[in-house]
Nanobody, 127 residues
Framework: QVQLVESGGGLVQAGGSLRLSCVASGRTSSRYAMGWFRQAPGKDRAFVAAVSWTGGMTSYADSVKGRFTISRDNAKNTVYLQTNSLKPEDTAVYYC????????????????????WGQGTQVTVSS
């Protein structure tokens, strides 16, 4: 069993930044592709960013391109989401997710492609 725990959320003003972290524990492997999703009030959970298990491939939702950066430190079993230039519309609960990767370059975009999920961390951006 693998557990994922997010942290780093909080309340920030528009234009500010947060670094979200997702730490994996339990029966872990370095060969996990990881993703970040978010769910705003009254909305469905949506894809934000994803990274291959090596960290060499990344992908972002159009709404966050140029502002957010996903990265990972496999030695620390941790994935990060650096969020810059935050906007009120970024307000949501942010979730990390993982799954065993088919290939070193594999990227996954859909919720149902992931096996492990964290409990989420709240990001609130005020205007």
């Amino acid at each position: 069993q693998v557990q994922l725990v997010e942290s780093g959320g909080g309340l920030v003003q528009a234009g500010g930044s947060l670094r979200l972290s997702c730490v994996a524990s339990g029966r872990t492997s370095s060969r996990y592709a990881m993703g970040w999703f978010r769910q705003a009030p009254g909305k469905d959970r949506a894809f934000v960013a994803a990274v291959s298990w090596t960290g060499g491939m990344t992908s972002y939702a159009d709404s966050v391109k140029g502002r957010f950066t996903i990265s990972r430190d496999n030695a620390k079993n941790t994935v990060y989401l650096q969020t810059n230039s935050l906007k009120p519309e970024d307000t949501a609960v942010y979730y990390c997710a993982g799954r065993y990767a088919d290939l070193s370059s594999s990227i996954y975009y859909s919720e149902d492609e992931y096996t492990y999920w964290g409990q989420g961390t709240q990001v609130t951006v005020s205007s």
